[in-house]
């Protein structure tokens, strides 16, 4: 079946780091995603990586992919206001078809 | 612009009425898709179309009737609306078989009174 399950909910301080975990159940995932959401806006695209490679990494952003423990995150390098956000990890068997998880609202606070 | 336009981007309504949303890309793609995304903002695929034919069809009620006259449209009509039909509606759209994740609208907000 398709489970992705995220925490709700991570704050962090302007200029940190943010990581923003991914779980999930079907082993057949080929591509996995990374979306964002700003308040009233669709889902943008921000990084894909797939099921062969361990890490992406595509400027302030780093994809690292657990096979074995079906875990996936998003690492933010010097975090700003401009952030602030919901990230949704997403997998997709066959590409035909993405599953979202439940999403990671993001604060950065000053 | 190259985009996904979707129309209205609110729409309230009382329940039991009957409403359409349209959405409309200029992206060349073939595949398009509804997505809902209620108030947890849970995201949960209800359609796929790809070159006007359905391909993906989860658990939706039979009041949801999606429709692709062309590969660049796909619309959803809902009939009898009830309150649990309040959402945000997104319409994307992709290339068949193609890695690189989709191209989503910004969204359609759906309140039933």
């Known amino acids: 079946g398709e489970d992705v399950e995220q925490s709700l909910f991570l704050s962090v301080r302007e200029g940190d780091s943010s990581v923003i975990n991914c779980t999930y159940t079907?082993?057949?995932?080929?591509?996995l995603y990374w979306y964002k959401q700003e308040p009233g806006a669709g889902l943008q695209l921000l990084t894909y990586?797939?099921?062969?490679?361990d890490m992406k990494q595509d400027q302030r952003l780093t994809v690292l992919l657990n096979k074995k423990d079906k875990h996936l995150s998003l690492r933010i390098a010097d975090t700003q206001t401009g952030d602030s956000a919901i990230y949704f990890c997403?997998?997709?068997?066959?590409?035909?078809?993405?599953?979202f998880g439940t999403g990671t609202r993001l604060q950065v606070t000053l | 612009d190259t985009a996904v336009s979707q129309t209205p981007k609110y729409l309230v309504t009382q329940m039991g009425n009957d409403k359409s949303i349209k959405c409309e890309q200029n992206?060349?793609?073939?595949?398009m898709y509804w997505y809902k995304q209620d108030s947890k903002k849970f995201l949960k695929i209800m359609f796929s179309?790809?070159?006007?034919?359905?391909?993906i069809n989860e658990t939706v009620p039979n009041r949801f009737s999606p429709k692709s006259p062309d590969k660049a449209h796909l619309n959803l009509h809902i009939n009898s609306l009830e309150l649990g039909d309040s959402a945000v509606y997104f319409c994307?759209?992709?290339?068949?078989?193609?890695?690189?994740?989709?191209?989503f609208g910004s969204g359609t907000r759906l309140t039933v009174v």
């Open positions: 997403a997998e997709s068997p066959t590409a035909s078809k993405l599953t």
């Open positions: 990586i797939f099921s062969n490679m």
């Open positions: 992206l060349g793609h073939d595949t």
């Open positions: 994307a759209s992709s290339f068949q078989g193609q890695h690189y994740g989709y191209t």
């Open positions: 179309y790809n070159n006007k034919e359905l391909i």
């Open positions: 079907d082993s057949s995932s080929t591509y």
